[in-house]
């Protein structure tokens, strides 16, 4: 297997090629470091390579090879970390320049567990600044870039993590979603991306700013990697104000089994803010198609999300105050964010308003398992097409953009993104599945389904497949 075939191949046979001895931990570290050095300058996918602890990780793991075969399941597998989760040791800027010294003395817990499952972190990932938008073009920063097509976005705020996987500068990695900020940009890079249900992966050692709409989750090249990745991220740690207990079986386990005959409801849009583009809507209905050809039962219906478009935002938007920077270091929109935001007593009603809606929308899943959406309303936005725009109008269109995922962060329901084409630019279509609360296991399942019947493994960015050795 030449290097760029090792580069592309997903993280759990990379594990298992370790494990027979047949590719080295070393050996990857190097390849994915000098496709960073050679691809990292157009994409903008890493703030920060960490390649001298990686390459000390990485011959520690491969002496250790020599010594024991009880190895965790991702041992010497190479990741990639969002630049909003700290790492001990390493800069920690959450997409502002203000933040260039901030070093962490501390792992994030999901940090934590992702070291405990063997991987070797390659360093830290392009983020909009404190991950407010969907594109990745934050101040002081070259912006992110999609390795399908350079002019265009990779999404946000998980820009660079998912840029990075689909160019092969990391086998998986770790994003965050607080309104689609995995599935967004799992979308505009044909990748398949998580976001976990509420209280599945723990925020520890820190607490929970926005009533329970992030969450930290996998962006991977399958289901199966995904979902063996969300395993290992998961559980609970101590004093966490959500937890579920641990699957079972595993989520591996849900990607390598039938998913039964499923009742699934769809939409093409997200009323009030309208229907999204042909690109979407042909990704929807075609996989409308392929689900009935597989058994299950699909009918057009879809829960009420209009209630929730104005609570949402407000408390979405408060995040912009709760990172406490001032306003002058803030890139236009933040700022006008900032100056926006309300009152304690706004806020508290905000959430409470959230909370009524979100009980309408899990109550509509009472007559469905599974709600397949478009991941967003329109294609991927040029790199900087949005720049000229007012504060108060680009807000709006990011709302307008991204409005099929925030009814699961609100909710809490897990959700995840599955690539099935291509749309009218070369660049991936994709779409959404929701389940009902805490069932990762069935929308994974359905997944593992979908991707077989369609696969997408054998596509690679031409960008990303034409480096010297």
Same mark, same amino acid.
């Given at each position: 297997?030449?290097?760029?075939?090792?580069?592309?191949?997903?993280?759990?046979?990379?594990?298992?090629?370790?494990?027979?001895?047949?590719?080295?931990?070393?050996?990857?570290?190097?390849?994915?470091?000098?496709?960073?050095?050679?691809?990292?300058?157009?994409?903008?996918?890493?703030?920060?390579?960490?390649?001298?602890?990686?390459?000390?990780?990485?011959?520690?793991?491969?002496?250790?090879?020599?010594?024991?075969?009880?190895?965790?399941?991702?041992?010497?597998?190479?990741?990639?970390?969002?630049?909003?989760?700290?790492?001990?040791?390493?800069?920690?800027?959450?997409?502002?320049?203000?933040?260039?010294?901030?070093?962490?003395?501390?792992?994030?817990?999901?940090?934590?567990?992702?070291?405990?499952?063997?991987?070797?972190?390659?360093?830290?990932?392009?983020?909009?600044?404190?991950?407010?938008?969907?594109?990745?073009?934050?101040?002081?920063?070259?912006?992110?870039?999609?390795?399908?097509?350079?002019?265009?976005?990779? +999404?946000? /705020?998980?820009? =660079?993590?998912? *840029?990075?996987?689909? @160019?092969?500068?990391? %086998?998986?990695?770790?994003?965050?979603? #607080?309104?689609?900020?995995?599935?967004?940009?799992?979308?505009?890079?044909?990748?398949?991306?998580?976001?976990?249900?509420?209280?599945?992966?723990?925020?520890?050692?820190?607490?929970?700013?926005?009533? +329970?709409? /992030?969450?930290? =989750?996998?962006? *991977?090249?399958?289901? @199966?990697?995904?979902? %063996?990745?969300?395993?290992?991220?998961? #559980?609970?740690?101590?004093?966490?104000?959500?937890?579920?207990?641990?699957?079972?079986?595993?989520?591996?386990?849900?990607?390598?089994?039938?998913?039964?005959?499923?009742?699934?409801?769809?939409?093409? +849009?997200?009323?009030?803010? =309208?229907?999204?583009?042909?690109?979407?809507?042909?990704?929807?209905?075609?996989?409308?198609?392929?689900?009935?050809?597989?058994?299950?039962?699909?009918?057009?219906?879809?829960?009420?999300?209009?209630?929730?478009?104005?609570?949402?935002?407000?408390?979405?938007?408060?995040?912009?105050?709760?990172?406490?920077?001032?306003?002058?270091?803030?890139?236009?929109?933040?700022?006008?964010?900032?100056?926006?935001?309300?009152?304690?007593?706004?806020?508290?009603?905000?959430?409470?308003?959230?909370?009524?809606?979100?009980?309408?929308?899990?109550?509509?899943?009472?007559?469905?398992?599974?709600?397949?959406?478009?991941?967003?309303?329109?294609?991927?936005?040029?790199?900087?097409?949005?720049?000229?725009?007012?504060?108060?109008?680009?807000?709006?269109?990011?709302?307008?953009?991204?409005?099929?995922?925030?009814?699961?962060?609100?909710?809490?329901?897990?959700?995840?993104?599955?690539?099935?084409?291509?749309?009218?630019?070369?660049?991936?279509?994709?779409?959404?599945?929701?389940?009902?609360?805490?069932?990762?296991?069935?929308?994974?399942?359905?997944?593992?389904?979908?991707?077989?019947?369609?696969?997408?493994?054998?596509?690679?960015?031409?960008?990303?497949?034409?480096?010297?050795?």
């Amino acid at each position: 297997m030449n290097e760029t075939d090792l580069a592309f191949t997903p993280a759990l046979e990379l594990a298992k090629l370790i494990r027979r001895r047949e590719v080295s931990p070393l050996e990857l570290v190097e390849i994915y470091l000098s496709r960073i050095q050679q691809l990292n300058p157009q994409l903008g996918s890493y703030f920060t390579v960490t390649a001298d602890l990686a390459i000390a990780d990485a011959k520690a793991k491969t002496e250790l090879l020599t010594k024991t075969t009880a190895l965790p399941p991702f041992f010497g597998v190479p990741i990639s970390i969002k630049d909003l989760n700290a790492v001990a040791g390493v800069p920690c800027t959450y997409g502002s320049p203000a933040l260039l010294n901030n070093i962490p003395a501390f792992d994030d817990g999901v940090v934590t567990r992702i070291k405990q499952g063997g991987f070797i972190i390659l360093g830290k990932t392009a983020t909009s600044e404190l991950g407010s938008f969907p594109y990745t073009e934050p101040t002081g920063f070259a912006p992110a870039r999609n390795p399908w097509n350079l002019e265009y976005t990779p +999404g946000g /705020s998980s820009g =660079g993590a998912a *840029a990075a996987v689909a @160019a092969g500068l990391c %086998a998986i990695a770790q994003g965050s979603d #607080g309104g689609g900020s995995i599935r967004g940009p799992a979308a505009c890079c044909g990748l398949v991306g998580i976001k976990p249900a509420r209280g599945r992966v723990s925020k520890a050692p820190v607490g929970d700013r926005l009533a +329970g709409i /992030s969450a930290n =989750g996998p962006l *991977a090249r399958t289901v @199966a990697d995904a979902a %063996a990745m969300l395993d290992t991220m998961s #559980g609970y740690v101590t004093g966490d104000p959500y937890w579920l207990p641990d699957p079972e079986p595993s989520f591996l386990t849900a990607a390598q089994t039938n998913p039964g005959r499923k009742r699934i409801g769809f939409a093409t +849009g997200i009323p009030p803010l =309208g229907e999204a583009d042909a690109n979407c809507q042909q990704a929807v209905l075609q996989t409308v198609k392929l689900l009935e050809q597989l058994g299950h039962q699909v009918e057009q219906k879809f829960p009420d999300f209009s209630a929730l478009v104005e609570p949402f935002k407000v408390v979405w938007q408060s995040g912009i105050a709760g990172a406490g920077l001032p306003a002058e270091v803030l890139q236009p929109v933040n700022r006008w964010l900032l100056a926006r935001t309300g009152t304690v007593g706004e806020y508290i009603q905000a959430v409470y308003a959230m909370q009524i809606v979100a009980r309408q929308i899990v109550s509509f899943f009472d007559t469905i398992d599974v709600l397949l959406l478009p991941v967003y309303l329109h294609s991927p936005i040029r790199v900087g097409e949005w720049a000229a725009f007012s504060p108060e109008d680009t807000f709006q269109q990011i709302v307008n953009w991204v409005a099929p995922c925030p009814p699961a962060n609100a909710t809490g329901q897990p959700a995840i993104a599955l690539p099935v084409g291509f749309d009218s630019h070369g660049l991936p279509m994709s779409v959404q599945l929701v389940g009902k609360p805490a069932d990762e296991a069935t929308i994974i399942s359905l997944a593992a389904q979908l991707e077989a019947a369609n696969p997408w493994i054998q596509h690679r960015p031409t960008l990303a497949t034409q480096l010297s050795s």
